[in-house]
């Protein structure tokens, strides 16, 4: 189903009449809120309600005595159903599949993110209190809550949008409100003809992940992981047992035979925490072929490796990372969170035959997304990690404001080919041959354009940093390499900086811990007179 895009260049913005407007639908929500029966209101089907409630709204509408044109009447009237049925005046943006985010920076600012660029909309709330119960209504849907004493939440819409919400007295200027929408899923067809990745790529990721190599998605804020990590789940067969652990559930799998666990945090006395690590100690128990993390920040990274080591091949998660070889680094910061004692030889020889694929997304200057680097963490020798890359893409430029650039192969062929063969599927070795790979050329092309990928091109001279493409790039950490990480300069690869009470700094006391598996009317005083108990446009759609 087509919709129009919400029309965001108006300067209408804050102004008075929209101020205005927002209050006289405040005052008339108050009304019908008051004129409602909630004993009755559990009683009726959804389209019921819905002819219910627009009738009462039209007659609040006609009894006002603001002046309004009849386009204004039509649109009071469609607000008013938003405000009792859906989120009130981000209704329309919810429902242009063409926004990502939605930011909300107090009553009367609202920014969407379409094509990777910010827009200024015309949406403006009645105050801060308008905004603020319209906080508590989201929240309040996944069985949190929100108030001075706890300003921050983060929660879930039913179509898995993300949503975070903090209140006064952290924000100074009023609630602000964040949404990352999921209500439109990409596919891979939508991936190639935006030019995320070319088909080679995309070919070796399908592979992958039927042959149950573990694999790690790592990017920044806003690159696309949870995205990605939706779109890679889709190539899971579909008799295996997947166990999804979320702090607030995004992803949307395809199969029948999935478990899907949400972290929980402290009531208001301090107590009922469940972490996401102790959720992932917990599926072990629950015989999951594969265990999918949508984002280690924490402890857990030492439990996901643990599963990813003890037959739970094939699982999947995510990092908040600037670069392949920083997610390393952050992976042993979050191992080491559990105060063990490790020698770094011994963890990274774990996290190295743990984690054989590592992706690489990155968002680029005019908001384009692409999978920038896919390595293969071949194992670990005397002066660290060997690190392998097999595709990989270089910026050539900026035009019209929007980054564009090729993706290359460099030739280097991975030893887990051989695990991807033996499980039966075919892929030569042309796939991995030294080249330029060809894409769309239109990053937000439409989604049903072809894409033309010539297997064949000529290969290029060089590759990255000037290294011949033909080679293989064995990128070494020392192991005396000392990370002294200042978690604030954290918050540049998380969403939120890392606290220490947010964190289960959970010590297991042996080393042994890496082996361990573990409906009549709703409505009272009106006027006697009926709807006509038909549905009209507003209600087909």
Same mark, same amino acid.
């Given at each position: 189903?087509?919709?129009?895009?919400?029309?965001?260049?108006?300067?209408?913005?804050?102004?008075?009449?929209?101020?205005?407007?927002?209050?006289?639908?405040?005052?008339?929500?108050?009304?019908?809120?008051?004129?409602?029966?909630?004993?009755?209101?559990?009683?009726?089907?959804?389209?019921?309600?819905?002819?219910?409630?627009?009738?009462?709204?039209?007659?609040?509408?006609?009894?006002?005595?603001?002046?309004?044109?009849?386009?204004?009447?039509?649109?009071?009237?469609?607000?008013?159903?938003?405000?009792?049925?859906?989120?009130?005046?981000?209704?329309?943006?919810?429902?242009?599949?063409?926004?990502?985010?939605?930011?909300?920076?107090?009553?009367?600012?609202?920014?969407?993110?379409?094509?990777?660029?910010?827009?200024?909309?015309?949406?403006?709330?009645?105050?801060?209190?308008?905004?603020?119960?319209?906080?508590?209504?989201?929240?309040?849907?996944?069985?949190?809550?929100?108030?001075?004493?706890?300003?921050?939440?983060?929660?879930?819409?039913?179509?898995?949008?993300?949503?975070?919400?903090?209140?006064?007295?952290?924000?100074?200027?009023?609630?602000?409100?964040?949404?990352?929408?999921?209500?439109?899923?990409?596919?891979?067809?939508?991936?190639?003809?935006?030019?995320?990745?070319?088909?080679?790529?995309?070919?070796?990721?399908?592979?992958?992940?039927?042959?149950?190599?573990?694999?790690?998605?790592?990017?920044?804020?806003?690159?696309?992981?949870?995205?990605?990590?939706?779109?890679?789940?889709?190539?899971?067969?579909?008799?295996?047992?997947?166990?999804?652990?979320?702090?607030?559930?995004?992803?949307?799998?395809?199969?029948?035979?999935?478990?899907?666990?949400?972290?929980?945090?402290?009531?208001?006395?301090?107590?009922?925490?469940?972490?996401?690590?102790?959720?992932?100690?917990?599926?072990?128990?629950?015989?999951?072929?594969?265990?999918?993390?949508?984002?280690?920040?924490?402890?857990?990274?030492?439990?996901?490796?643990?599963?990813?080591?003890?037959?739970?091949?094939?699982?999947?998660?995510?990092?908040?990372?600037?670069?392949?070889?920083?997610?390393?680094?952050?992976?042993?910061?979050?191992?080491?969170?559990?105060?063990?004692?490790?020698?770094?030889?011994?963890?990274?020889?774990?996290?190295?035959?743990?984690?054989?694929?590592?992706?690489?997304?990155?968002?680029?200057?005019?908001?384009?997304?692409?999978?920038?680097?896919?390595?293969?963490?071949?194992?670990?020798?005397?002066?660290?990690?060997?690190?392998?890359?097999?595709?990989?893409?270089?910026?050539?430029?900026?035009?019209?404001?929007?980054?564009?650039?090729?993706?290359?192969?460099?030739?280097?062929?991975?030893?887990?080919?051989?695990?991807?063969?033996?499980?039966?599927?075919?892929?030569?070795?042309?796939?991995?041959?030294?080249?330029?790979?060809?894409?769309?050329?239109?990053?937000?092309?439409?989604?049903?354009?072809?894409?033309?990928?010539?297997?064949?091109?000529?290969?290029?001279?060089?590759?990255?940093?000037?290294?011949?493409?033909?080679?293989?790039?064995?990128?070494?950490?020392?192991?005396?390499?000392?990370? @002294?990480?200042? &978690? *604030?300069?954290?918050? %540049?690869?998380? #969403?939120?900086?890392?606290? =220490? /009470?947010?964190?289960?700094? !959970? +010590? @297991?006391?042996? &080393? *042994?811990?890496?082996? %361990?598996?573990? #409906?009549?009317?709703?409505? =009272? /005083?009106?006027?006697?007179? !009926? +709807? @006509?108990?038909?549905?009209?446009?507003?209600?087909?759609?």
């Amino acid at each position: 189903m087509s919709t129009t895009p919400v029309d965001t260049s108006t300067s209408l913005a804050g102004g008075p009449f929209a101020v205005r407007f927002q209050r006289l639908k405040a005052e008339l929500h108050l009304k019908l809120i008051e004129m409602l029966d909630p004993t009755q209101l559990q009683r009726l089907s959804p389209d019921r309600l819905k002819r219910e409630l627009r009738t009462l709204a039209k007659r609040l509408i006609a009894n006002s005595t603001e002046l309004l044109s009849d386009v204004d009447r039509e649109r009071l009237l469609q607000e008013l159903l938003a405000e009792a049925l859906g989120l009130g005046p981000l209704e329309p943006l919810l429902h242009d599949p063409t926004i990502s985010d939605i930011l909300v920076n107090g009553p009367n600012t609202v920014y969407v993110e379409r094509n990777g660029r910010l827009e200024l909309t015309p949406v403006v709330f009645a105050g801060d209190e308008h905004l603020r119960q319209l906080i508590q209504r989201i929240v309040s849907q996944v069985g949190r809550r929100t108030d001075e004493s706890s300003p921050m939440v983060d929660a879930r819409l039913p179509d898995g949008s993300r949503v975070h919400a903090i209140l006064p007295p952290l924000s100074l200027d009023g609630p602000a409100l964040s949404i990352r929408r999921f209500g439109v899923r990409l596919t891979t067809e939508d991936l190639l003809a935006l030019g995320t990745l070319p088909v080679e790529l995309l070919t070796l990721f399908q592979a992958a992940v039927e042959a149950r190599v573990s694999v790690l998605i790592s990017g920044g804020t806003g690159s696309g992981k949870t995205t990605f990590l939706n779109v890679l789940s889709h190539y899971i067969p579909e008799e295996e047992r997947l166990i999804t652990i979320e702090d607030a559930a995004e992803l949307k799998l395809q199969q029948k035979h999935v478990i899907r666990l949400e972290t929980r945090p402290a009531s208001i006395d301090g107590q009922g925490q469940v972490t996401t690590r102790d959720l992932v100690r917990n599926s072990l128990r629950m015989r999951p072929d594969r265990i999918i993390v949508g984002e280690c920040r924490g402890a857990e990274a030492l439990d996901m490796l643990q599963a990813m080591n003890t037959g739970h091949e094939g699982s999947l998660t995510t990092v908040h990372a600037n670069d392949a070889f920083d997610a390393l680094a952050r992976l042993e910061m979050m191992v080491l969170m559990n105060n063990m004692d490790l020698p770094i030889s011994v963890l990274r020889q774990y996290i190295s035959s743990g984690i054989p694929l590592i992706i690489q997304l990155t968002r680029l200057k005019g908001g384009p997304r692409k999978v920038t680097r896919v390595l293969e963490l071949a194992g670990f020798g005397p002066d660290g990690y060997v690190v392998n890359e097999i595709f990989g893409f270089r910026q050539t430029g900026v035009t019209d404001g929007v980054a564009t650039g090729e993706f290359y192969a460099t030739g280097y062929v991975p030893r887990f080919l051989s695990r991807i063969r033996a499980g039966g599927i075919d892929i030569g070795d042309d796939l991995f041959a030294a080249r330029v790979l060809e894409v769309s050329a239109d990053p937000f092309s439409d989604a049903s354009s072809a894409v033309e990928v010539n297997l064949g091109a000529t290969p290029a001279d060089s590759g990255l940093h000037g290294r011949p493409l033909d080679s293989a790039y064995d990128v070494n950490l020392p192991l005396d390499s000392n990370y @002294d990480v200042d &978690l *604030e300069t954290q918050a %540049e690869y998380d #969403e939120a900086a890392y606290d =220490e /009470d947010e964190v289960a700094y !959970e +010590a @297991d006391p042996q &080393l *042994e811990a890496f082996d %361990e598996v573990a #409906e009549d009317g709703v409505y =009272e /005083d009106l006027p006697e007179d !009926e +709807a @006509d108990g038909t549905p009209d446009e507003d209600d087909r759609r």
